[in-house]
């Protein structure tokens, strides 16, 4: 059974940077497409990033293209998210889908629904 588990949330400024992780126990993660999702207070979830089990599938939301980047190594998923506004703050959650030949679609990756597993979340709030 594979479990996800993030970290790295916390408190910063406009502008600053943040490291978020998400990391497999269980089994590796290299069979694993992961997205990073977020969750603001009174709002739906939504897709942030997202990348492919072989990382040749690689998405990014339009409201966070060019400051976030997604990457991951074979029991880690990495977001290095830079240039922070407040309207980053939510709870991210990174969450995984099997993808055993790295054929996962990028609207998968965007679709919350085609996760299997999920990580409890953490806590990103971006205030001066």
């Known amino acids: 059974q594979v479990q996800l588990v993030e970290s790295g949330g916390g408190s910063v400024q406009p502008g600053g940077s943040l490291r978020l992780d998400c990391a497999g126990s269980?089994?590796?993660?290299?069979?694993?497409?992961v997205g990073w999702f977020r969750q603001a207070t009174g709002k739906e979830r939504e897709g942030v990033s997202g990348?492919?089990?072989?990382?040749?599938t690689v998405y990014d939301s339009d409201q966070v293209k060019g400051r976030f980047t997604i990457s991951r190594d074979s029991n880690t998923v990495y977001l290095q998210m830079n240039s922070l506004k407040p309207e980053d703050t939510g709870v991210y959650y990174c969450?995984?889908?099997?993808?055993?030949?790295?054929?996962?679609?990028?609207?998968?990756?965007?679709?919350?629904?085609?996760?299997?597993?999920w990580g409890q979340g953490t806590l990103v709030t971006v205030s001066s």
């Open positions: 969450a995984a889908i099997q993808d055993t030949r790295g054929f996962v679609a990028e609207s998968t990756l965007q679709d919350p629904a085609a996760y299997q597993i």
């Open positions: 990348i492919g089990g072989n990382s040749a």
């Open positions: 269980g089994i590796p993660l290299d069979f694993f497409a």
